[in-house]
């Protein structure tokens, strides 16, 4: 058998009845904000998921000190674009590399070019404001996001869809930009970065399924924040409740203007990552 329709049967074979189809996954676009270490296990859930079109928005190069959770690059891929280097080693998907460092303002017009009934956001940046714009845009424009943050031991994810608790009902605004140390000093481990960026994966996958069906189903996915602490394997569920108030549910967009920052400060454990 032609090894390709041979992999093609048994995806189709392994395929849970409470994931979408194939086709459907094929032809959404997921945006991935961010090729390190949630990007990198998040393109690779993707992947095995059976996506192709996916937007890689990264303005970093490989280095030598990530490769531990970056796990897509070698030593070999040192100093060459993240996104580049993603693509060369995810020939499966069809990947278009937008070699930026964006902030809120690019991503709102980044986001212009894509359908909202078939497009899923992937916050994989380690940038607080970014999340909070794609938390904002999302919910502005009816695109499901997928946030998550790992820090040391502990994860934590959550999408985001109309008629849910949004992340900016959570944590109501970034920390200051002085507040954010750097990556080095928070320390993540590899493995915690890769089971979020897979969980990620499985979230936008199954928001791609719900986007055919509804905003019923998209809720049913949304508004729900599970942490991980992987030194006791325990996994708590929150379900808050949508903020009084809150100007992201009301669908006012992201402040274009909001500074951007790398790594927060360990009182929002959600908005560190990377
Ligand atoms: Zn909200």
Known sequence: MNPTLRTRSALELERAPELPSAALIARTRFVVLGAGGLGCPALLGLAAAGARRVTLVDDDVVDASNLQRQVLYSTADVGMAKTLAARVQLRGLQITPVR????????????EDYDPRATVVLECSDDPALKFAANDLGLARGIPVVIAGVQRWRG???????????????YEAPPPPELAPACSAVGIMGSVAGLFGHWMALLAVRLAGALAEGEAALRSLAGRMQAMDLRDMRIQTLHPRPRPGCRACAGA??????????????RAGLQQNQ
């Open 100 to 111: 930026a460092r964006l902030d809120a303002r690019a991503l709102s017009e980044l986001l």
């Open 156 to 170: 934590q994810v959550l999408a985001v869809a109309r008629g849910s608790a949004c992340y900016r009902c959570l």
């Open 253 to 266: 967009g992201p402040d274009l203007d909001a500074p951007r920052a790398r790594c927060s400060s360990a």
